[in-house]
């Protein structure tokens, strides 16, 4: 599978509360609402130790102290609660407020997908995929995406469409894999459209590719990330080949090429301009 943007991604995402719907500037009532958590967690509520441990992780209320958040999270997540294991497996992960230790972040992320929590269930089955953490194993990865992706997870539709679409795990079949996509990218997610583009722009299944379709989509991505992605400047060129438009996917990769970080992924998009250069659409080949 290709290392650009169409790859598999641990997100580092932290669930949301009513935390995060307060605005910065805080009122009294913010701070009677922060001083109840504080007096709950401090007896032991679970929720309260959660949203305590929320406020310290964004800096809401308080100044932002990564351990604080862990200490809080660390005993709403030993009471049971799956947002507090999934976020506290997620620290695991990032080595956020504590050491790295991805065992012990499977463990948590683990707990929490087990009581059907889909994020943890989504960077559970993505640690199956990367083997982090865990033995690597594309069949349980798809169970764990699936279990997400059923629960409307976009990111882990996504993930689980990557699955369907290089045959990592489950069969591959393109169509789900579009399916997959599209939806994420109709619920908002910029990789779901990013994804759908560079399928039907560069599969090698003619039934599949479909040029207007993928720039239709591809021009979604870049604008929905204001041309600043080298990863959906690159889809959008490569849809714009298949298009037949030509000029516009040497101008959008060289964009791309601009931007782009590693020379590995530079590598990769100089070999591709060099086809539209010749006026050659790019095939995408596992």
Request: glycine share 6%; with cysteine.
């Amino acid at each position: 599978m290709k290392a650009t943007p169409r790859a598999w991604f641990l997100l580092l995402l932290f669930l949301v509360s009513c935390a995060s719907q307060k605005p910065s500037h805080q009122s009294e009532a913010d701070r009677k609402l922060l001083a109840d958590f504080r007096s709950k967690a401090e007896k032991g509520n679970a929720d309260a130790q959660y949203h305590l441990g929320y406020s310290y992780y964004f800096g809401k209320g308080v100044a932002k102290d990564d351990v604080e958040a862990v200490k809080w999270w660390r005993k709403a997540a030993e009471q049971n609660l799956p947002l507090a294991q999934a976020n506290l497996g997620l620290c695991y992960a990032h080595g956020l407020g504590m050491a790295k230790d991805d065992v012990k972040a499977v463990m948590w992320l683990r707990r929490a997908a087990e009581q059907k929590l889909a994020l943890a269930q989504a960077n559970l089955g993505v640690c199956y995929a990367l083997g982090q953490g865990v033995a690597k194993d594309d069949v349980e990865a798809v169970m764990w995406l699936r279990r997400a992706a059923e629960q409307k997870l976009a990111s882990a539709q996504v993930n689980l469409g990557m699955c369907y679409a290089h045959g990592r795990g489950v069969a591959k079949d393109e169509v789900e894999a579009i399916n997959l996509f599209r939806k994420a990218g109709e619920a908002g997610e910029v990789g779901g459209f990013n994804n759908l583009a560079w399928i039907l722009a560069t599969s090698e299944n003619s039934s599949i590719r479909n040029g207007p379709n993928a720039v239709f989509f591809g021009e979604k991505a870049v604008a929905a990330t204001h041309s600043k992605k080298p990863a959906t400047l690159d889809t959008l060129a490569a849809a714009y080949a298949e298009a037949g438009q030509f000029e516009k996917a040497v101008k959008t990769e060289q964009e791309a090429i601009a931007l782009v970080q590693t020379k590995e992924e530079k590598n990769a998009f100089r070999t591709r301009l060099k086809l539209y250069e010749a006026k050659v659409p790019y095939r995408d080949k596992d």
